[in-house]
Nanobody, 117 residues
Framework: QVQLVESGGGLVQTGGSLRLSCGASGSIFSFNYMGWYRQAPGKQRELVAIITSGGNTNYADSVKGRFTISRDNAKNTVYLQLNSLKPEDTAVYFC???????????WGQGTQVTVSS
């Protein structure tokens, strides 16, 4: 089973920035895509951004233009740059990886992002 470890969360003021990291225990080449999801209290987990093995990206409308997902294959790490943060971005952010060959998805443990108004 792949291990995913997130880091980089914290408390930031409205308009601030954070960079989240998701380190994988193995090569991220094996993942067809990786992504970031978030879950706010009392709400369902929602997709924030994904990046495919080919580097294609997709974002939720609510974060387009503010968040950027990227990957460093040499470091087996995926990043999520969060800019112009808003209080409604407050949530636990989870890293996710999908392996089509194994028909298997893996989740990280999550990292808390809190944006104060």
């Amino acid at each position: 089973q792949v291990q995913l470890v997130e880091s980089g969360g914290g408390l930031v003021q409205t308009g601030g920035s954070l960079r989240l990291s998701c380190g994988a225990s193995g090569s991220i080449f094996s993942f067809n895509y990786m992504g970031w999801y978030r879950q706010a209290p009392g709400k369902q987990r929602e997709l924030v951004a994904i990046i495919t093995s080919g580097g294609n990206t997709n974002y939720a409308d609510s974060v387009k233009g503010r968040f950027t997902i990227s990957r460093d294959n040499a470091k087996n790490t995926v990043y999520l740059q969060l800019n112009s943060l808003k209080p409604e971005d407050t949530a636990v952010y989870f890293c996710y990886a999908w392996e089509q060959a194994q028909k298997r998805g893996s989740w990280g443990q999550g990292t808390q992002v809190t944006v104060s108004s």
